[in-house]
């Protein structure tokens, strides 16, 4: 069974599931859609095209659905998308996607977005990640699934940072961080390997072989793209966590922070 405040603002139209819970002063627009289980702290903004998936938690001051801090926003109609399970902490903003990308921002599972967290137009982030207070994500961001971002950090529009890597605490991030990899300073290099993460998914024997394509991508020898390629066309036993890597690297388009700039990484081919 719903439960709805007296002094929550929804607008005809708006799709409330049951057992959803709205606190006081909440205001909900006539085209949002709220999953069953999903609970609302006091004076929550939820507004244009969002869709939120079940057992979400929005506290206090959060505002996600309004128009993208774009310029070359024209009001065009334009979705925010967020999946189940996410806690949503206060004073967050989520805005919906532009007709310069896809039209939608996406949010995935079982994240947690601390107090302050800033998720612009036309990102998409995956599943079991964190952002803590204060993190800025520019448009056009692509996270993968257990990305860890630090507070006080921001990251420039239309970087990607793969599965299981960790931005650490207040980095100015400008360009691509492979997976499973740690990214840190202003401007952000790689640091080395997340291996907490890794230890948490990953056998030893795994963990040993991302290792050793770790040093061999970023000795500083060679240049980066060319061990990337070889290393995915060696991949003997398969092994998907290689050839994420690989690929990632392969596919970036605003390069790799490698620390060691003798070692040319994929922006300098560019």
């Known amino acids: 069974m719903r439960k709805i405040a007296p002094t929550a603002i929804i607008e005809e139209g708006a799709e409330i599931a049951d057992d959803v819970e709205i606190g006081h002063f909440c205001v909900i627009g006539e085209e949002v859609k709220i999953g069953k289980g999903t609970k609302l702290y006091n004076n929550v903004t939820l507004a244009g095209r969002t869709t939120l998936g079940e057992d979400n938690i929005l506290f206090p001051y959060a505002v996600l659905g309004t128009d993208p801090q774009d310029l070359k926003y024209n009001g065009e109609k334009s979705e925010l998308i967020i999946g189940n399970h996410n806690l949503i902490r206060e004073f967050t903003m989520f805005s919906p996607g532009t007709a310069g990308d896809q039209n939608q921002t996406i949010i995935g599972d079982h994240n947690l977005f601390m107090a302050y967290v800033h998720i612009a137009h036309d990102c998409v982030i995956g ?5 803590a207070n204060n ?5 056009h ?56 993460r890794l230890r948490l998914l990953f056998d030893n024997d795994e ?19 060319e061990v990337a390629e070889e290393e995915l066309s060696l991949n003997n036993p398969f ?18 922070p490698v620390i060691n700039r003798n070692a040319r990484s994929s922006s300098d081919e560019q």
């Open 207 to 225: 963990i040993d072989r991302i290792a050793n394509l770790y040093k061999k991508l970023f000795s500083g020898k060679r240049i980066v793209r």
């Open 127 to 131: 599943n079991h990640c964190i952002l």
């Open 135 to 139: 993190a800025t994500l520019a448009g």
């Open 141 to 196: 961001i692509h996270l993968g699934d257990y990305v860890n971002v630090g507070g006080l950090t921001g990251i420039h529009q239309f970087v990607k940072v793969g599965d299981g890597a960790m931005v650490a605490g207040a980095s100015a991030l400008g360009q691509d961080v492979p997976p499973f990899c740690i990214a840190e300073g202003n401007r952000a290099v790689l640091r080395g390997l997340n291996r907490h």
């Open 239 to 256: 092994s998907p966590n290689i050839e994420k890597m690989c690929k990632f690297i392969l596919e970036s388009k605003r390069g790799i």
